[in-house]
């Protein structure tokens, strides 16, 4: 029941900016977080940010001050606004649910992910 669908993405070049959107449906928010993860090529999944029910939000060292997470209560949306994008960003972003500590084994939902590439 539970639905996760990312929008966003896209090419920039470096110091550009993008605004990744993701609609949830079916999802009970509660005492864990709703975040965003990336996988670039050949690289592992990691933990971009994530955000609490109550607005708790934790992010990786790698894009502190660059990118901000947000959700919009009355579009029951999640946000990740993204400035200053490097060459490093590039990947594919993933919107998740249910987990902590922007630890990828944690989250219970997944969406299909939004490709956000950023040329040098």
């Known amino acids: 029941q539970v639905q996760l669908v990312e929008s966003g993405g896209g090419s920039v070049q470096a110091g550009g900016s993008l605004r990744l959107s993701c609609a949830a449906s079916?999802?009970?928010?509660?005492?864990?977080?709703m975040g965003w993860f990336r996988q670039g090529t050949g690289k592992e999944r990691e933990g971009v940010a994530e955000i609490s029910a109550g607005g708790v939000t934790r992010y990786a060292d790698s894009v502190k001050g660059r990118f901000t997470i947000s959700q919009d209560k009355a579009k029951k949306s999640l946000y990740l606004q993204m400035n200053s994008l490097k060459p490093e960003d590039t990947a594919m972003y993933y919107c998740?649910?249910?987990?902590?500590?922007?630890?990828?084994?944690?989250?219970?939902?997944w969406g299909q992910g939004t490709q956000v590439t950023v040329s040098s």
């Open positions: 079916g999802y009970t928010w509660s005492s864990n977080y």
């Open positions: 998740a649910a249910g987990g902590l500590l922007l630890r990828a084994g944690t989250y219970d939902y």
